[in-house]
């Protein structure tokens, strides 16, 4: 709320006229105060708060079209009603170019003063206005920067609870006196870290609406590649991956769908003899990315019965259900290529 009257500072050389208008305006609860010139306004203006300012044109030292450019260029500017007893329109134009709230020409009649008191009104509500929009805005962004730095502890949180789970789970592995048991548990584990990477990205993230696929999967696939070679068995993992975004929710399904193609991959495709794992995100065009996964081992088109327990297909499936896509399967001659369209998002100056 406002404490006191509205405080006016009237620069003008014309003293009869300033003490008209202090009248006048005092009559309406402004206090206005009088400079008969620039330096003298500008003085008062450092050591007083000032409302609005009435400004006029011809002044003994020139004119305040310079002195109005430089109120306009202050960190908080305050409105200014420039007056003039000229009929030019070139120097309305000049003034309100230069920052002016509003403009009055004087007249010999009576209707100065209520022209004059009516543009203040106007100029202080449109300045009120202004305050509170940069206030209700400054507000948003600290909100919108306590969210962020709560998302962020969230994500690494959750990250943490994430890798905490696939350590117990890789714990139970251990112990576990069957192989398909400590199979199936190796899976889950994976399929854990796959959404734990997307946690851990979000955390060092300036944009958690967004992941950057390509530095998110070569992480992925370098955990991906440690744990397989961990297991003995002879493959070369190979990835091209370009920086492209994709919204987070996408990038969880994303994520989960590579971990169990290259785990299939590094499982049946070459059986003891190893060989080459190969996989790709690359753009297609402007809306587009293609995901792929190929080898050069003993072939699979997506067609009849599935190794394994089959869990692996089914939560495929479901992932490329939840990304409005679905998996294909690549003629080749030898080996598999599975690949899917992928929509990225448009980030401003991503590369």
Do not use: C
């Amino acid at each position: 709320m406002r404490e006191g009257p509205v405080r006016i500072l009237y620069i003008d050389d014309d003293p009869i006229l300033a003490r008209l208008a202090q009248r006048a305006l005092g009559r309406l609860g402004y206090e206005v105060l009088h400079a008969e010139e620039v330096e003298r306004g500008r003085e008062m203006l450092a050591e007083e708060r000032f409302d609005a300012i009435v400004l006029d044109h011809f002044l003994k030292a020139g004119t305040g079209l310079s002195f109005l450019k430089e109120l306009a260029d202050a960190p908080d500017p305050v409105p200014v009603v420039y007056v003039t007893g000229s009929n030019d329109a070139q120097v309305a134009v000049e003034a309100l170019k230069a920052g002016a709230a509003d403009y009055v020409i004087k007249s010999v009649g009576d209707d100065f003063m209520p022209l004059l008191a009516n543009a203040l009104g106007q100029a202080l509500e449109n300045a009120e206005l202004r305050r509170a929009k940069l206030k209700a805005e400054k507000e948003i962004r600290a909100a919108k920067e306590r969210a962020e730095i709560l998302l962020a502890e969230v994500n690494h949180r959750v990250g943490n609870s994430l890798a905490l789970a696939a350590a117990l789970i890789r714990l139970q592995m251990s112990s576990a006196p069957d192989g398909a048991v400590k199979e199936a548990l190796s899976e889950t584990q994976a399929r854990i870290t796959a959404i734990a990477g997307i946690h851990r990205r979000l955390y060092t993230s300036e944009d958690v609406r967004h992941v950057d696929m390509g530095a998110y999967l070569s992480t992925l696939l370098s955990e991906l590649d440690a744990s397989i070679k961990g297991d003995g068995r002879n493959i070369r993992l190979n990835r091209t991956l370009e920086p492209l975004h994709v919204p987070t929710d996408r990038a969880v399904s994303l994520g989960v769908i590579v971990t169990e193609l290259v785990t299939n991959a590094f499982k049946y495709a070459y059986g003891e003899t190893g060989g080459e794992v190969r996989v790709g995100f690359t753009r297609l065009d402007g809306e587009n990315a293609v995901l792929f996964v190929e080898d050069d081992g003993i072939g699979w088109r997506g067609e009849g019965p599935v190794r394994g327990t089959g869990l692996g297909s089914k939560i495929i499936s479901a992932m490329a259900g939840s990304l409005d896509t679905k998996l294909d399967y690549a003629a080749r001659a030898i080996g598999t290529r599975a690949e899917m369209r992928v929509r990225v998002a448009e980030i401003p100056g991503a590369a």
